[in-house]
């Protein structure tokens, strides 16, 4: 069966880093685009950042540009995201997710997610 499993969260400063990973099993992985969506307190789940099937295009929400990259091993089968200069607005879980990209580079979420990974910035 198809599995995401995240790794790599945890309690920081505010100005610090954290890389979060996500390992998939049971799907082709280089064929599938990756996304990372974040959901904090009350708020709606959005996406952050996402790159293509190769790993030659990413695309970043503005309100992480300049701060997150995302990054693929396709030999691996493990998406990441290094997450810099952290402000406490980005105190959320984050989830990866398998998805599309379309032809004009719009990023559409699969069924599949991994399990979420807290990220909490103190200030």
């Known amino acids: 069966q198809v599995q995401l499993v995240e790794s790599g969260g945890g309690l920081v400063q505010a100005g610090g880093s954290l890389r979060l990973s996500c390992a998939a099993s049971?799907?082709?992985?280089?064929?599938?685009?990756m996304g990372w969506y974040r959901q904090g307190p009350g708020k709606e789940r959005e996406l952050v950042a996402h790159?293509?099937?190769?790993?030659?295009?990413?695309n970043y929400a503005d309100s992480v540009k300049g701060r997150f990259t995302v990054s693929r091993d396709n030999a691996k089968n493990t998406v990441y995201l290094q997450m810099n200069d952290l402000k406490p607005e980005d105190t959320a879980v984050y989830y990866c997710?398998?998805?599309?990209?379309?032809?004009?580079?719009?990023?559409?979420?699969?069924?599949?997610w991994g399990q979420g990974s807290q990220v909490t910035v103190s200030s």
């Open positions: 997710n398998a998805g599309i990209r379309d032809s004009s580079g719009t990023y559409h979420r699969g069924d599949y």
């Open positions: 790159i293509s099937s190769s790993g030659n295009t990413a």
């Open positions: 049971g799907i082709i992985f280089s064929l599938k685009a």
